[in-house]
């Protein structure tokens, strides 16, 4: 039995593996963890939040309000590109 990812939209770069990923958890909290996840998506999707949503299995309004949260605390957001 393969297991098999769920096909990413286009434009979006292979996922890192979990031998790749796992060491860069590793002394992160879960926010952290988090916060670095939605901003790479975001970067790798261009700063489309309804694409990066999408990828990440959350809803367009979740991802806004982590995104005004991080801008408040000063974190920058990438911006969406044309």
């Known amino acids: 039995m393969t ?3 769920p096909a990413l939209p286009p434009g979006v770069p292979h996922p890192l593996t979990p031998t790749e990923v796992v060491p860069l958890l590793i002394g992160s909290t879960v926010d952290e963890v988090e916060r670095e996840l939605m ?6 999707c261009d700063g489309n939040r ?3 949503a999408r990828v990440l299995g959350v809803s367009v309004r979740t991802l806004r309000n982590k995104i005004r949260q991080y801008s408040a605390e ?3 957001v990438p911006e969406h590109t044309d």
């Not at 901003?39 to 790798?44: D, E, I, K, Y």
């Open 3 to 5: 297991h098999e990812s």
């Open 39 to 44: 901003l790479q998506t975001l970067a790798r």
């Open 50 to 52: 309804t694409r990066a």
């Open 74 to 76: 000063g974190i920058d």
